[in-house]
């Protein structure tokens, strides 16, 4: 059974970085296409980076271009997401998400079009 487990959230003062990342059992992230989505308090889940594992075709968030970048190692079945430049409108619980690359990574960003999520890691920006 497919699972994915993310790890590496925390509080963190605004224009500080933190690395999340999100490891996969039960299948292999490399044939996937990968999303990483926040969710805040009151407010609805978005798309935050959407990766193809295979091209490596990437889409970024405008309000978090330059300023979040996803990575792979693959020996290990993980994702990475680098958040820098951390600002208080960052804050949530961040969600890794699995799929098949069957659409645009745009498009499956936008309409959140993954079928396997994490359980999600807290984020919280603050001084």
């Known amino acids: 059974q497919a699972q994915l487990v993310e790890s590496g959230g925390g509080l963190v003062q605004p224009g500080g970085s933190l690395r999340l990342s999100c490891v996969g059992f039960?299948?292999?992230?490399?044939?996937?296409?990968i999303g990483w989505f926040r969710q805040a308090p009151g407010k609805e889940r978005e798309g935050v980076v959407c990766?193809?594992?295979?091209?490596?075709?990437?889409y970024n968030r405008d309000s978090v271009k330059n300023r979040f970048n996803i990575s792979r190692d693959s020996a290990k079945n993980t994702v990475h997401l680098l958040l820098t430049s951390l600002k208080p409108e960052d804050a949530g619980v961040y969600y890794c998400?699995?799929?098949?690359?069957?659409?645009?990574?745009?498009?499956?960003?936008?309409?959140?079009?993954?079928?396997?999520w994490g359980q999600g890691t807290q984020v919280t920006v603050s001084s």
């Open positions: 998400a699995a799929g098949p690359r069957d659409a645009p990574v745009q498009a499956l960003c936008e309409r959140i079009g993954f079928p396997y």
């Open positions: 039960g299948f292999t992230l490399d044939y996937a296409a």
């Open positions: 990766f193809n594992m295979r091209d490596g075709t990437t």
